[in-house]
């Protein structure tokens, strides 16, 4: 795996656990080469999440992906029931997570 701070492949980082600032529960991991922390999502290799948002994300494609429906009735003012928000949540996911995995990618490249 390579580091996102120093760029060293032959280090395996390890989870260290839940963060104990501010009552977090996120997870971290420790590069063994230069000691940078990182929360777990610098791992995750962009193609994974990729395939999720081709897959959960779209899901079902006919008539429409349901993330673009559940959208339009987000933006209508229509999204009142419980399962919609739901389907919002879980079809939008992959999508976030991949948004932050390339803003973390690129703020660590700086």
Not at 10 to 15: M, Y
Not at 55 to 67: Q, R
Request: aromatic share 6%.
């Amino acid at each position: 795996m390579r580091c996102p701070f120093c760029g060293n492949t032959g280090s395996q980082p390890r989870e260290t656990g839940p963060a104990k600032d501010h009552g977090s529960s996120r997870w971290h991991y420790t590069c063994q080469a230069c000691g940078a922390h990182s929360v777990i999502i610098d791992p995750m290799p962009t193609s994974a999440l990729i395939l999720l948002c081709l897959t959960i994300g779209l899901l079902p494609y006919i008539p429409e992906p349901h993330l673009w429906e559940k959208l339009k009735m987000l933006a209508a003012g229509e999204l009142v029931h419980m399962i919609d928000v739901f389907d919002l949540v879980l079809h939008a996911a992959p999508w976030v997570l991949l948004m932050l995995k390339l803003i973390i990618s690129r703020l660590s490249l700086n």
